[in-house]
């Protein structure tokens, strides 16, 4: 449909009829041939002069063709405008980012897969995770490894088919050997800092007890409750264990207490996979549509119009004024008069 960003400047119309109505004719003075005895030539031919001016006349053509300039002029500053249909976009409204332990412990094959069979930790986690975001496709996904260091491998995108690849390759120990969980949480939510979505969530899996943090786990979780990120931790492997491979279940328990998360132990591939589909289910999907209709603009079409038809005229009129002063100035034939022979 064709709409008028500024409608109102079609009271405009009326200007011409209020400007002739109100305003005096225009008048020009011209110079004239100055003769003595004005008076007594008029008055020889029986010619009394007139005051005041000659005002033109239109003709039949100005009094049609003006009008619709005008009218075209209006239109052409009302900016009419064709709208399009509209077109809608869908936007994430939550951020969420995945923090996975890939130390050397994630290597240890003790995790029983779906069979029951002896895997590798990390081989179930990158297919329950893999799973986890291909089921997540309205929100902004971002990926995290941490050993030594943590490491970003995605920014938040919703390239999810690009974040499941990176989980696929995973590899325990490209990260180093040991665990730095504290510092895994204080990267994410320098990630989240640069986030404008309503909903913030981390979710963090983890094998070990941190050992190579610089920030104790539990102030980054207190950071993260300030910054307002909710963040799930998930704790997998052996907690009967000693030294850096047993798996600090009580800080994992603080760590979502405190941030307003909820804390999952996953014994298995079976029990990994409950806990992921719990957090998609505590976690629901919501997406914000975004819908715009396009406007093309169209005032070029009667401003050009009304250019076209004043242009028009002029030359016309000046064709019609060269023709008519070429016919005046041709001389009239003349005709003799033949004398019969004597």
Not at 159 to 182: F, N
Not at 275 to 286: C, F, G, S
Request: charged share 20%; net charge positive; glycine share 6%.
């Amino acid at each position: 449909m064709i709409v008028f960003a500024y409608p109102w400047l079609f009271t405009l119309l009326p200007l011409p009829l209020l400007v002739w109505w109100r305003l005096p004719p225009y008048r020009e003075r011209s110079a004239s041939v100055r003769l003595p005895f004005f008076e007594e030539v008029a008055d020889a031919v029986g010619l009394k002069p007139a005051t005041g001016a000659h005002v033109p006349r239109r003709n039949l053509v100005q009094r049609v063709l003006a009008p619709i300039a005008w009218a075209l002029v209006v239109t052409a500053l009302a900016r009419p405008q064709f709208l399009e249909p509209p077109l809608y976009k869908k936007e994430p409204v939550r951020d969420l980012l995945v923090a996975l332990d890939l130390s050397q412990s994630m290597d240890t094959r003790d995790f029983r897969d779906t069979a029951g069979a002896l895997d590798t930790r990390v081989h179930a986690v990158r297919q329950v995770v893999g799973d986890f975001v291909a089921h997540r496709p309205g929100d902004r996904i971002g990926l995290i490894v941490f050993g030594d260091a943590p490491y970003p491998l995605a920014p938040f995108t919703l390239d999810h088919a690009l974040v499941a690849t990176l989980i696929a390759d995973m590899v325990p120990g490209m990260a180093g050997a040991s665990t730095s969980l504290g510092d895994a949480i204080g990267l994410g939510i320098k990630l989240f800092d640069h986030s404008h979505a309503a909903e913030k969530v981390m979710i963090v899996l983890t094998d070990g007890n941190d050992t190579a943090s610089r920030m104790p786990p539990a102030q980054a979780a207190e950071i993260a409750r300030t910054r307002g990120v909710v963040v799930h931790t998930v704790g997998i492997g052996d907690p009967a264990a000693t030294g850096e491979a047993k798996v600090d279940l009580d800080m994992l328990k603080r760590i979502a207490s405190s941030t307003g998360g909820r804390y999952f132990f996953g014994a298995d591939q079976n029990a990994l996979a409950a806990i992921y589909a719990t957090l998609d289910r505590v976690t629901p999907h919501q997406e914000k549509t975004l819908s715009w209709r396009p406007r093309r603009e169209l005032f070029m079409w009667p401003l050009g119009v009304a250019v076209l038809i004043v242009l028009g005229y002029q030359l016309a009129m000046a064709a019609y004024a060269r023709w008519t002063l070429r016919g005046a100035r041709q001389p009239t034939p003349r005709t003799t008069r033949q004398e019969p022979a004597a």
